[in-house]
């Protein structure tokens, strides 16, 4: 029971105790909004739907995920941005992929955070406030809770698609030279000498690796040579494979493994030195 | 105070302020919800082979490449030696460059022999062109085509 009552604690402690710097939410939501807009903003434009009902819904999507992006009234329109995007997803059939589902996800859990109190019209505003009262700045400190949700979405979907793939038609390599057959056509890889073997090494490695990351990205001490393998797998797959968002967004959300005080103080480092002229 | 200093007595400031009961039990229900929707929701997908739209799975991939075909075209002289064509050459395609993976590819027993029937048009109705082709299935290559002749 003592136990029992110790891993409540410890759950309850990590997941909606964590009150840090909101400098790592501000920039994932800044990014969420560019690489959502990239994904969708293109079959949203007005011209693109003339029913009052579609030009009232595509407005309001921009409305809500821009005033998101620059900060403005932050809460209010993260949360509008949030229930939007759920609702775009679900009535755009073009729009159902894993990686605007994670886009999706995203949103909702940045939004339960306070990411404007970070690199936001939020923050300028409330320092300018501060100045004119002579009171000390607002703190860019709050609950992440929100943040450790992201966390465990990307381990889900490492673990996930890990799990998919455990299969012999996988593990021999059999379907990655599907891939490239798929989308490299025109070569004839079977008179490659080691190109199965190269295939399934290549399958075993992305099995392992999506097993370590679902997991690893935890333990600092594995965190620092994680993260860079992982970014040079997104890397890979951006660039042997159409999968447009997803890989930034990956790499973008790694933002919620790095402790946010770490982020805060890399940021603060950063500008040591600097005289404003 | 220096920006470090000054973060930290913000933190404890911020750890210091008691919030209500009821906000804790709601952020403490929210969190547990989401958390079990996306820990269980792929495994109600993928493990129980569950329906609907409600949970997703994370099957990226997982039909790419699948129905895909290598194939090999040949003509068979009289003499029994085998010249191997390239169909892409022959059907006037450049091999790398220039077209669409879609269009370079070649899907389904129907795609080979919808290939098949191009390039015997191109080389004329006397020729005895034949194919080996295999095809992708979820498990790895299955053989298609041995030797056949294309009519």
């Known amino acids: 029971m003592k136990t029992l009552l110790r891993l409540l604690q410890r759950y309850y402690n990590w997941g909606l105790c964590y009150r840090d710097s909101t400098r790592s939410v501000g920039l994932i939501r800044i990014g969420l909004v560019l690489l959502i807009w990239s994904e969708w903003a293109g079959k949203l434009i007005l011209c693109r739907d003339v029913r009052p009902s579609g030009i009232l819904l595509n407005s309001a999507f ?3 995920t821009g005033l998101m992006c620059i900060g403005l009234w932050t809460r209010v329109s993260s949360i509008g941005a949030a229930i939007l995007v759920s609702i775009m997803f679900n009535i755009h ?18 939004a339960l955070t306070p990411c404007g109190r970070s690199y936001s019209l939020d923050r300028w505003l409330a320092l300018r406030r501060s100045l004119k009262s002579g009171l000390p700045p607002p703190p860019e400190i709050g609950n992440l809770w929100g943040l450790r949700l992201i966390a465990i979405q990307l381990s889900m979907v490492y673990f996930w698609t890990g799990y998919e793939k455990l299969y012999w038609g996988f593990l021999s390599g059999a379907r990655i030279e599907l891939l490239a057959y798929n989308y490299y056509a025109g070569y ?7 190109f199965s073997i190269l295939c399934s090494v290549i399958a075993i490695t992305t099995v392992t690796l999506e097993f370590l990351l679902a997991f690893g990205l935890y333990i600092p001490r594995f965190r620092k040579y994680l993260m860079p393998a992982g970014i040079v797998l997104h890397v890979l797959f951006y660039l042997l494979l159409p999968i447009r968002t997803f890989t930034l967004a990956m790499i973008l959300l790694y933002l919620a ?9 890399f940021i603060d480092n ?8 | 105070m220096t920006p470090a200093n000054q973060y930290q007595s913000d933190k404890t400031a911020m750890e210091e302020i008691a919030e209500s009961k009821l906000a ?7 969190f547990t919800l989401l958390m079990l929707y996306v820990v269980f929701g792929p495994f109600y997908k993928q493990v129980l082979k569950g329906r609907g739209n409600l949970f997703r799975s994370w099957q990226m991939y997982h039909t790419r490449g699948i129905d895909v075909c290598d194939v090999q075209f040949y003509i068979r002289h009289p003499d029994e030696r ?17 077209s669409h993976h879609h269009s370079r590819r070649i899907m389904g027993e129907r795609g080979v022999l919808r290939v098949g029937q191009r390039i015997r048009q191109k080389m004329g109705g006397a020729v005895d062109l034949r194919v080996n082709a295999r095809i992708g299935t979820r498990d790895g290559w299955k053989t298609l085509y041995v030797d056949k002749r294309i009519e």
């Open chain 2, 82 to 98: 085998i010249e191997h064509i390239d169909h892409l050459q022959v059907l006037g395609r450049d091999k790398l460059l220039g």
């Open chain 1, 93 to 110: 059939q073009s729009f159902k992929h894993h990686h605007t589902f994670l886009l999706v996800m995203v949103v909702c859990f940045i």
């Open chain 2, 24 to 30: 804790i039990v709601c952020r403490v229900v929210a």
């Open chain 1, 188 to 194: 004839d890889y079977a008179s490659i000498p080691g």
């Open chain 1, 270 to 277: 950063m500008h040591k030195g600097y005289e404003p002229a």
């Open chain 1, 62 to 64: 921009f409305l809500f």
């Open chain 1, 257 to 265: 493994f790095i402790p946010a005080s770490s982020v805060h103080h």
